[in-house]
């Protein structure tokens, strides 16, 4: 069973950064199919950024773009979100996500395509 290990959440203000990574457990980031999603209080889990198996830009969240950046490092086998000009509506808990399946496009969005989840990690963003 594969394991997300989430690490880089933290209290900031608006207009600062974090970055907030991931690391599995097991097997090579680059076969898998990574995302994030993010969860505020009474609200459902929603997408953030996906990024397929195979070369090709990150798929962003229009709520997102702009500001944040999803990369990969094979060398350390971690994926990073790096969160700029954060707001208060970038408060929630944020997750990682992987699947060792190919996902085509259309489908990088949805929850239930995802097999392995990260514990989360708390981002919140207040003056």
């Known amino acids: 069973q594969v394991q997300l290990i989430e690490s880089g959440g933290g209290l900031v203000r608006p207009g600062d950064s974090l970055r907030l990574s991931c690391t599995p457990s097991?097997?090579?980031?680059?076969?898998?199919?990574i995302a994030w999603f993010r969860q505020a209080p009474g609200k459902d889990r929603e997408f953030v950024v996906a990024?397929?198996?195979?070369?090709?830009?990150?798929s962003y969240a229009d709520s997102v773009k702009g500001r944040f950046t999803f990369s990969r490092d094979s060398a350390k086998n971690t994926m990073y979100l790096q969160m700029n000009s954060l707001k208060s509506e970038d408060t929630a808990v944020y997750y990682c996500?992987?699947?060792?399946?190919?996902?085509?496009?259309?489908?990088?969005?949805?929850?239930?395509?995802?097999?392995?989840w990260g514990q989360g990690t708390q981002v919140t963003v207040s003056s």
């Open positions: 996500a992987a699947t060792a399946r190919g996902l085509i496009t259309s489908s990088l969005r949805t929850i239930s395509n995802y097999d392995y």
């Open positions: 097991t097997g090579t980031i680059r076969t898998y199919t």
């Open positions: 990024l397929k198996q195979t070369s090709g830009a990150p």
